[in-house]
Structure formats: structure tokens, C-alpha cells
T-cell receptor, first 115, second 115 residues
Framework: AQKITQTQPGMFVQEKEAVTLDCTYD???????LFWYKQPSSGEMIFLIY??????QNATEGRYSLNFQKARKSANLVISASQLGDSAMYFC????????????FGKGTHLIIQP | NAGVTQTPKFQVLKTGQSMTLQCAQD?????MYWYRQDPGMGLRLIYY???????DKGEVPNGYNVSRLNKREFSLRLESAAPSQTSVYFC??????????????FGPGTRLTVL
């Protein structure tokens, strides 16, 4: 099983600035996957980006990129050119081993984008 | 394409009452999951079903039962609700091998209050 740690309970960022949300993971498995989800105030979980342990390149999805550093066991989310609509809770999550036994989540980071 | 659907969206119970939360997915995924989210926390896994006909306990299974009715449907039952089960419940589904493991999609959630 994975252990996921998010150390930033909250962040305030000016609109249009880039944002980095931290996530570290801990697993002894060679095969694992890492996710980032966005949870707006309406409550739904929105998938943002995925990185597999064997993926050679960092994942990117539009304005989202994942800064994957295996040696440091970190999987930070980078949001370029932040927008007011990016204000939300952000969760890092991961699976390890077989992968079919669910995700382990971090406690989340509350991101507030200021105009 | 509905994705993952959950019913009901809101529910208020009295201590000791029972209820079943319903979940269905139309993505032909093998694996399905039930999570709960408490205030200020990430999601925690209650039960999962890696394939039709199998179910397994997650991190917080006490007080819950599940049924994998068929490949599409996975229900969560509270036999005797307790105030500690007040939470938001999310159902999710995923593939179980290869690139399908990067598909972890969530339903909209059920907000349950136990008085």
C-alpha cells in the first residue's frame, strides 16, 4: 500500500501565477501510479492527471503537469497560469502493487487564487 | 455516457436505521470502490471489488457491508447507522490492468447525516 503526504494545508496564489502543490509518496513496490484530483466546493472529484511509475516522461494535461522525481519520491502538481476557477481542494492519491485494491489519498491542499 | 452514478445524493438517518447506497458504472470497468470523506480529510477506502463476484475490506470497513450485484453495480449497506458514519460517500470504478489502471473515475457523492 501507498502512503501519501501533502504538507501544504492551504495556499494563496495571485491569478496568472504558476502554482506547485507538493506530494510525496512512500511505497516499496516497483509498480505504482499517482493521481491528482481537484475537488471544488460543489464536492465532486475531478481527475486531473496520472503518472505511472514506468512512464519515462512527466505527465501533462493542458495547464497541469506532474513533476515526477522518483529518487525523491515526489509527485508535485504544477498549474501554469492559474485562474480564479482553480480555487479548490487538491488531492494527491496513489496505488501500488496490483493496483486493483483502491487508492490512498493525502489530506489535501486548499488552493485559493486571488485576483 | 453517464460514467459513475450514485443514489441518493443526500440522506438523513436516525441512529440505528439502515440504508443502502447504490452505485452503477457504464464504463465496463472490472473494479469498483466505496470511499468515505470526513471533514478536512482525504478519502478513505471502505470496501472494494476487484472483479464481479469478489469483495474485500479496505481501510475503514467496520459498520458496512457491500454487494457486487453484477459488473455494473456495487452497493454499500449500513445495517445500523451511527453518528460516526456521518460523511460523504464516494463510489469509484477503474480498469485493472495496464493503462486502464489510470482510469479512476468517481461518482458525484452521497452526503449522509446520522442524527
Amino acid at each position: 500500500a501507498q502512503k501519501i503526504t501533502q504538507t501544504q494545508p492551504g495556499m494563496f496564489v495571485q491569478e496568472k501565477e504558476a502554482v506547485t502543490l507538493d506530494c510525496t509518496y512512500d511505497t516499496s513496490d516497483q509498480s505504482y501510479g499517482l493521481f491528482w484530483y481537484k475537488q471544488p466546493s460543489s464536492g465532486e472529484m475531478i481527475f486531473l492527471i496520472y503518472q505511472g511509475s514506468y512512464d519515462e516522461q512527466n505527465a501533462t494535461e493542458g495547464r497541469y503537469s506532474l513533476n515526477f522525481q522518483k529518487a525523491r519520491k515526489s509527485a508535485n502538481l504544477v498549474i501554469s497560469a492559474s485562474q480564479l476557477g482553480d480555487s479548490a481542494m487538491y488531492f494527491c492519491a496513489g496505488w501500488s502493487g496490483g493496483g486493483a485494491d483502491g487508492l490512498t489519498f493525502g489530506k489535501g491542499t486548499h488552493l485559493i487564487i486571488q485576483p | 455516457n453517464a460514467g459513475v452514478t450514485q443514489t441518493p445524493k443526500f440522506q438523513v438517518l436516525k441512529t440505528g436505521q439502515s440504508m443502502t447506497l447504490q452505485c452503477a458504472q457504464d464504463m465496463n470497468h472490472n473494479s469498483m470502490y466505496w470511499y468515505r470523506q470526513d471533514p478536512g480529510m482525504g478519502l478513505r477506502l471502505i470496501y472494494y471489488s476487484a472483479s464481479e463476484g469478489t469483495t474485500d475490506k479496505g481501510e475503514v470497513p467496520n459498520g458496512y457491508n457491500v454487494s457486487r450485484l453484477n459488473k455494473r453495480e456495487f452497493s454499500l449497506r449500513l445495517e445500523s447507522a451511527a453518528p460516526s458514519q456521518t460523511s460523504v460517500y464516494f463510489c469509484a470504478s477503474s480498469g485493472t490492468s495496464g493503462r486502464a489502471l489510470n482510469e479512476q473515475f468517481f461518482g458525484p457523492g452521497t452526503r449522509l447525516t446520522v442524527l
